[in-house]
């Protein structure tokens, strides 16, 4: 239980508990700007009832035709906020306005093969492993360079689930731009 | 051929290679000094090489002539040049010129509207909406005129022009849903907004209403069916809002939701004539309550709004007809305990009634829980989790009943370390360990601070901290993802006086970008103060750095906004801008920056040079100026264990080494470099008039800065007096130059007594810190002095060089000590064999079970303290006269 909101600029400001854990990545300012801007019913924050952030989803529209789809940027919860359902709750949020209001194919993310939990929690929500990305993720000297697993789940929209047949081979991050 | 000309130099700006476009600049201009576009172009040129005053003087002379500004050269250039000088104004008028030649150039009136508005120049702004709309029948326009009419009547002082402004809006807004051009939640949201703030409820409720395409958005949105139930509270429609809150909550679970049907419902009971009346409202709402606590995912909810419910009527005076909150806490703890969150959403009930009778009851309740949940903890990851907040709550009431004896805090320890650092679980990286380690080195720390809160018994502090800290780092070693372990390590790091490992641990946090304004205090600063300033002008030219970018790029932000007609952004995104431009750490890391490069040795020409050309201007600090700063740094990430409002139990605020900079510290920083500049400069008025600024403040700080900061200060005042006394050659300077001696070798290590740790690991080292930035300064006054009055300056040199002497042997005695005794001396002292000592449990888990951690804690002190000895050694040998 928690309040659904949209996310705000000055969410920025009271973010450090979720942000802090080592999987959570932060990105210049302008970066959440740019999707409070463009794409504001896809960023949205939970706030607990001591009014702490909870955890929040990032999400994005883009490709053409039938690559039409939503895009999970970042899906984070605090560590104190886990083993509640939360991010599931905002997966569903996100994959909801991905079908109703932007009328998408398919909904995809990228996640580290090093973040067990999360793939874990992926797969019950229906994502599959549709291909790897090659060093998607960059070293910094506290996370490893990695591989990513991009996972998709088809929305109602492709009724013949053509997005998510899997690619047996690994691509480099460019062929991953839409 | 105006755009032929000036290629060079646009190409020369795009490498860039702002030198190489100067140039080209003024080839064009020797053969045209005319040219207009060149001179808008170098007048950008100049505002980007840091020479704003120049860049102003050209701009303006170009703005001064309006056959100019027909060229777009000219305009694109000149726009430019006051964009980076930080002048809105000045930009519009570029425009407004330009527009005297194409008045119905629709890109140049949406230029004057952005400028306007991401500068929160509302008037403006409006009157481009205007013209926009008037140009073209574009809907976005009306638009951007609805919601420039909103802000300028929001933040217009006039009560007249504003009821106005808002009705007019209303109009647009009215004509737009008649036309079906209200085509999205942030249009509607911009409608609700013009409604709100006229008060116009009532009819905000009839558009919430319409049963048409705006009850769609309305419910696709979350945010707006919350803004639906608080808007019949706000028109005391409480009936509707009780059933539009039992609608959203039959469909989701949102605490929002059920804060306002509680309200709603505690409202109707205070108004209810009798009491069947009242008790059918709360059995009304209950059974809700209950229903949802039977429902899958809403148990949770439900739940806590059951213990909300109760807590609010017992606010509300209604007590008598609902149960007791405490039981309801207690039905939620047991139900919920194994959830990490649980304590977090109960300690605010428990907090909200303090009476001894209820703390009373919480204490029955706890001791009749936590034997069984110590005893089982092993069994499940829940069971484990359920005895972290029975231990949590533990803490807590010990703060709420005002515990201050040492050994009650210290009182059951053990278990907690065994099983927080020494257990299986703890192994497998169990987060309820890592909770139980910091629960325990919690409670280290509030009894080490109670056992020794007096002066004379620091060095005892000091142990037990160091014993705190074996124990945060034993649980960083077994999960370093718990970051609050790592806050409180780097804390506890720097009030022993270790910045090495502090800083090492802060950098595993990947601490950038907007945290560097609410989290840059937990180590900006500190490196200067512990004699690594290399290292913290590397973190606070990353901070100066997050700055400009963020106040070259968010403008841009807000030109999204409008562009892409998310207007419920708008608000939100100026008062952001506003937060990080006008911030507390924003203005303290600016500080440490300057402080850094004073402190950096430089020769005579260097130092003089840098403090003459120091732009001086632009750090002014007044009342006004500092009460406009928003203070952003987050605080509340230190996960602490008891409510903000008791100090004595805020470990937030013991644990820091030195007050967090605040207004005294921006205003007196910001004199510094003024009166070195005006000092260097020999302007003697201007430097007696800042002279006099900086006693005040430093008169007055109220401890508001650290110890060593004022010995700096005041170091500096007699610094400036020395100069002013000197600048007459009837004066003397002996005296006042014996005195700036006498300081620096106060805080110089003694060469004639041993060290001790104590004395190290609290102020040795910042003191000498403190002395040899003052040196720095010193250096600098006799740079100075050489060139206006040379008897002194040699007098001044001849003393600096014996003080540097001196100073060379003791450091370099004190690096010896360090080096050889240090290691020895914190086994000997701090992990001492004590049997009274309160912490003697700790003592024996950390040098026991934890002994390589505890070697490790350590070796981390000793190296950080010599790292910082050495590096202050090398400023010593640098500063040579």
């Given at each position: ?19 802090l ?33 909870m ?48 009328d ?10 090093s ?7 992926y ?11 090659i ?44 | ?56 003087l050209l ?9 100019a ?38 890109s140049?009136?949406t230029?004057?509207f952005?400028?306007a ?18 140009l ?16 300028q ?32 939640t ?10 709100d703030i ?30 639906r ?27 929002a939701?059920?804060k306002?049907?509680i309200e ?13 009346a ?16 039977g ?45 990490a ?96 380690a ?14 020794y ?39 506890l ?9 502090a800083?090492?641990?802060?950098d ?19 490196g200067?103060a ?25 403008p ?63 750090i ?13 740094r ?7 264990l ?6 004595q ?10 007050p ?16 070195m ?6 302007d003697?008025?201007?430097?007696q ?59 110089l ?31 600098a ?15 001044v ?9 001196e ?49 490790m ?25």
């Amino acid at each position: 239980m928690s309040t659904i909101r949209r996310f705000r600029a000055m969410d920025l400001l009271h973010f450090n508990n979720v942000n802090l854990d080592r999987y959570t990545e932060t990105y210049d300012s302008q970066f959440y700007l740019s999707y409070m801007s463009n794409w504001p019913d896809l960023f949205t924050v939970a706030e607990s009832p001591a009014q702490k952030l909870m955890g929040y989803s990032m999400g994005k529209v883009e490709g053409t035709g039938e690559l039409w789809h939503g895009h999970v940027t970042a899906l984070t919860v605090a560590p104190e906020c886990r083993r509640l359902g939360l991010a599931r709750g905002l997966m569903r949020g996100l994959e909801d306005a991905s079908e109703k209001i932007h009328d998408c194919y398919f909904v995809d993310l990228f996640v580290r093969p090093s973040n067990t939990v999360a793939i874990q929690m992926y797969e019950h929500l229906g994502y599959i492993l549709y291909r790897r990305v090659i060093d998607y993720y960059q070293g910094d000297g506290v996370m490893p360079t990695e591989y990513a697993h991009d996972m998709r789940k088809a929305l109602p929209r492709d009724k013949h689930k053509k997005s998510i047949v899997p690619v047996k081979h690994a691509v480099n991050v460019e062929d991953t731009f839409f | 051929m105006e755009g032929r000309q000036l290629r060079p130099i646009y190409d020369a700006l795009e490498l860039p290679d702002t030198k190489y476009a100067e140039e080209e600049c003024e080839k064009l201009l020797r053969k045209h000094p005319n040219h207009y576009g060149a001179q808008s172009i170098k007048a950008f040129i100049l505002a980007r090489s840091g020479r704003p005053n120049e860049a102003l003087l050209l701009g303006q002379s170009v703005l001064n002539t309006p056959s100019a500004m027909a060229s777009a050269h000219v305009q694109q250039g000149l726009s430019l040049a006051f964009r980076a000088l930080g002048r809105p104004r000045e930009e519009i008028m570029v425009y407004t010129a330009a527009l005297s030649f194409s008045p119905n150039d629709e890109s140049l009136h949406t230029k004057v509207f952005k400028t306007a508005a991401r500068n929160s120049m509302f008037k403006e702004q409006h009157h481009a909406a205007i013209q926009l709309s008037k140009l073209s029948k574009q809907q976005k326009y009306v638009w951007w005129l609805v919601v420039s009419l909103f802000l300028q009547a929001k933040h217009s002082k006039d009560d007249v022009s504003a009821p106005v402004q808002l009705k007019l809006a209303e109009r647009l807004v009215e004509k737009a849903v008649t036309d079906g051009q209200l085509t999205s939640t942030e249009e509607l949201r911009v409608y609700l907004d013009v409604l709100d703030i006229q008060d116009k409820h009532e009819q905000m409720a009839e558009v919430m209403a319409d049963n048409g395409q705006l009850a769609a958005m309305i419910s696709n949105d979350p945010d707006l069916v919350t803004q639906r139930i608080n808007l019949f509270i706000k028109i005391g429609a409480y009936d509707k809002a009780i059933m539009a809150a039992i609608a959203a909550l039959e469909s989701r679970d949102n605490w929002a939701d059920y804060k306002l049907y509680i309200e709603a419902v505690v409202t109707l009971v205070g108004q209810a004539a009798d009491a069947e009346a009242k008790h059918s409202l709360v059995a009304g709402i209950s059974s809700n309550f209950e229903k949802w606590a039977g429902v899958r995912g809403k148990a949770r909810g439900a739940k806590l709004a059951q213990v909300a419910l109760a807590t609010r009527m017992h606010e509300a005076g209604h007590g008598d007809i609902v149960g007791s909150p405490e039981a309801l806490i207690w039905d939620y703890l047991t139900e919920f305990q194994q959830k990490a969150i649980c304590y977090s959403d109960i300690m605010q009930f428990i907090v909200a009634r303090r009476e001894p009778s209820v703390l009373e009851y919480h204490q029955a309740q706890l001791e009749q829980r936590l034997p069984a949940a110590r005893d089982s903890a092993t069994n499940s990851d829940d069971a484990a989790q359920a005895w972290v907040n029975l231990e949590k709550i533990r803490y807590l009431l010990q703060a709420l009943m005002g515990e201050t004896d040492p050994k009650a805090w210290m009182a059951g320890i053990e278990p907690l370390l065994k099983f927080g650092l020494g257990s299986s679980q703890a192994r497998k990286k169990q987060p309820s360990c890592s909770d139980m380690a910091f629960i325990a080195s919690q409670r280290i720390i509030q009894a080490a601070f109670l056992a020794y809160s007096a002066a004379d018994q620091r060095e005892q502090l000091h142990s037990a901290l160091f014993k705190a800290l074996c124990v945060l780092e034993s649980g960083i070693q077994l999960n370093d993802n718990s970051f609050l372990l790592k806050l409180y390590a780097i804390r506890l790091y720097l009030y022993l006086s270790c910045y090495e490992r502090a800083q090492t641990i802060y950098d595993t946090l990947r601490i950038k970008h907007v945290q560097l304004d609410t989290l840059g205090h937990l180590i900006i600063g500190h490196g200067m103060a512990l004699g690594c300033f290399a290292l913290d002008m590397e973190l606070c030219y990353n901070g100066v750095t997050f700055y400009d970018r963020f106040q070259s790029k968010m403008p841009r932000d807000i030109e999204a906004v409008y562009q892409q007609g998310t207007y419920s952004n708008v608000q939100d995104f100026l008062e952001f801008q506003s937060n990080i431009v006008h911030s507390v750490q924003r203005e303290c890391t600016h500080r440490y920056a300057l402080r850094g490069e004073g402190y950096e040795y430089g020769n005579a020409k260097e130092t003089l040079a840098r403090w003459e050309e120091a732009d001086v201007s632009s750090i002014e600090h007044s009342e006004q100026t500092l009460s406009a700063l928003h203070d952003n740094r987050d605080v509340s990430v230190m996960g602490l264990l008891t409510p903000k409002d008791m100090a004595q139990w805020d470990l937030e605020l013991l644990t820091q080494s030195t007050p967090i900079p605040g207004h005294d510290f921006i205003r007196a920083f910001s004199l510094v470099p003024q009166v070195m500049h005006y000092l260097v400069c020999a302007d003697i008025e201007s430097l007696q008039e800042k002279l006099s600024e900086l006693t005040l403040v430093v008169d007055n700080t109220n401890d508001t800065l650290s110890r060593q900061d004022v010995l700096f200060v005041r170091g500096i005042i007699d610094v400036g007096s020395l100069y002013i006394q000197a600048s007459d050659p009837q004066n003397e300077i002996d005296d006042q130059l014996s005195r700036l001696l006498s300081v620096i070798r106060t805080n110089l290590p003694s060469n004639e007594l041993d060290p001790s740790l104590f004395s190290l690991s609290s102020d040795g080292i910042r003191n000498l810190s403190a002395a040899a930035e003052l040196f720095t300064y010193m250096l600098a006054l006799k740079h100075a002095l050489s060139a206006q009055r040379l008897p002194a300056a040699n007098a001044v040199g001849l003393a600096l060089s014996q003080l540097r002497k001196e100073a060379l042997k003791s450091v370099n005695t004190l690096r010896g000590w360090v080096d050889k005794n240090t290691r020895a001396l914190v086994e000997e002292q701090w992990l001492a064999e004590n049997d009274d000592d309160i912490f003697a449990d700790v003592k024996r888990f950390v040098v026991g079970s934890q002994k390589q951690t505890t070697s490790m804690v350590t070796k981390a002190c000793t190296t950080s303290w010599l790292r910082s000895v050495k590096n202050l050694l090398s400023q010593w040998e640098k500063c040579s006269s």
